[in-house]
C-alpha cells in the first residue's frame, strides 16, 4: 500500500508540473521566439520529421490498449489518492 501512495504523489505532482510549466509557456508565448508549449513544439516537429509523425500514430494506436490495461491500476491509484485527504 505504501508504494501506491508514493506514487499516487508522483503522479498528481507530475500533472502539477507540467500545468505549472505549460503555463508559464503559455504567458511567455509571445515574449522572444515564443512557440515555448509542447503543443508548439508537437506541431514544429511533425512538419519536420517523418518519424516523429510515424511515432506518434504508433504511440495513439497503443493507447486506447494501454488505458485499458491499466484502468483497474488507475482507479486504485485514484481511490488512494482519495484516501490520502
Known amino acids: ?3 501506491r501512495r508514493k506514487f499516487a504523489w508522483a503522479w498528481i505532482l507530475w500533472v502539477v508540473a507540467f500545468g505549472v510549466i505549460e ?6 508565448d509571445g515574449v522572444g ?3 515555448f508549449t509542447l503543443s ?10 517523418w518519424i516523429f509523425r510515424v511515432f506518434i500514430t504508433i504511440l495513439l ?7 485499458d490495461l491499466a484502468r483497474s491500476f488507475a482507479l486504485s491509484v ?8
Open 61 to 67: 494506436a497503443w493507447l486506447p490498449g494501454h488505458f
Open 1 to 3: 500500500m505504501a508504494l
Open 23 to 28: 503555463y508559464i509557456a503559455i504567458k511567455n
Open 78 to 85: 485514484i481511490g488512494q489518492v482519495i484516501n490520502i485527504f
Open 33 to 35: 521566439e515564443g512557440n
Open 40 to 49: 508548439h513544439y508537437a506541431r514544429r516537429l511533425a512538419k519536420s520529421s
